[in-house]
């Protein structure tokens, strides 16, 4: 067990650092960051990683709003002075501000996701950059250093409820003078800088059927609100009443900067396991696709790390055919090739397996790939995230893979394989 200095237990700590004596807690599901393959280009270390466990703490760490004050100099007041009690900052003027006091929850576990490595970060979220990202460096971060907290009731884990913002060091919160904030009536809640979004799916994304939902803000307070004009309007969205900030199977959350995707250990039951992926891949190496040109058997392999082994596939993205490399049908000026089984002209990419279970909406053989980057998936799992909008910049949306973060390409983002197989 790793015990931080506010006294709680960090799960994923305990989960890769323990002494092998803990009895198996209840998972109560994963928060896995799009744009990564299974891992991080450096590795999973820590709280840093593509992928964070959420377990039931030994001790509730919870904790629900309790009392609200005005102060005139909230810097110097009890509250935000007590390390021990949790507290929300909401400054009015420079004057004046309102504090919200928390108190503990034995009826819930809180975790916090962000940008700081500071202790009450269960999970360290840098910024995602697309495509390859061994060498990337992001050099201005949008993502706020604690950015949200999520509590899940312990003896009803399907409720994982999420709020924006969460407790510093000092197990406080502040909203400056120039945050979105508001009253109604004697309740104050309000929106962080940038803002943290979620979309819930229409329909169980567990099965392939579930349909990409709206993009919705999710404030301090946990309301739910339509999304500003732009990412850090001042002027917040009108509240959203049919919709609520408990966390389904395959709900996306935006930080500006980095998308992550809730999944429940319900749904996560019904998903393919990594094995199970290797077992597809295998299944399709069993069938010995072949290059039409070199006449060398292709093999696609079963790790994330692509080596320019002789045997590794590419695809045509315009046709789809798979082949091996060669330099038949290179076009000098555009490096385009024309594809030597239908003479299509276009790119040529690594074809290469998406890892990452949590992705998945189906178990089935990998069909397709995604447009430019060739990660491989099932027919549902591609489509299903062709068709996501994520957040991009201030107020743009954009389709991606989920393995990788590359901007889908093509009218459709995705392109079925062809293989040169079983010719036996």
Known sequence: MVKRTDGTVSPILAEDGGDGQDKPRLRYGELVILGYNGYLPQGDRGRRRSKFVLHKRTEPSGVKRSKHYIVQSPQTSKAILDANQHSISYTLSRNQAVIVEYKEDTETDMFQVGRSSESPIDFVVMDTLPGDKKDAKVMQSTISRFACRILVNRCEPAKARIFAAGFDSSRNIFLGEKATKWQDNVEIDGLTTNGVLIMHPKGSFCGGNAKCGLWRECSVGGDV???RESRSAQQKGQPIYDECNILQDGTLIDLCGATLLWRSAEGLQHSPTKHDLEKLIDAV????????VGLNTLVIPRKVNISDQVNQPYVYLNCGHVQGHHDWGQD????ARRCPMCLELGPVVTLCMGLEPAFYVDVGAPTFAFNPCGHMATEKTVKYWANVEIPHGTNGFQAVCPFCATPLDGATGYIKLIF?????
């Open 285 to 292: 190496n069993a069938g010995r696709p072949q290059c039409p």
């Open 420 to 424: 040169q197989d079983n010719l036996d």
């Open 225 to 227: 609100f339509s999304l």
């Open 332 to 335: 000098e000026n555009t490096g």
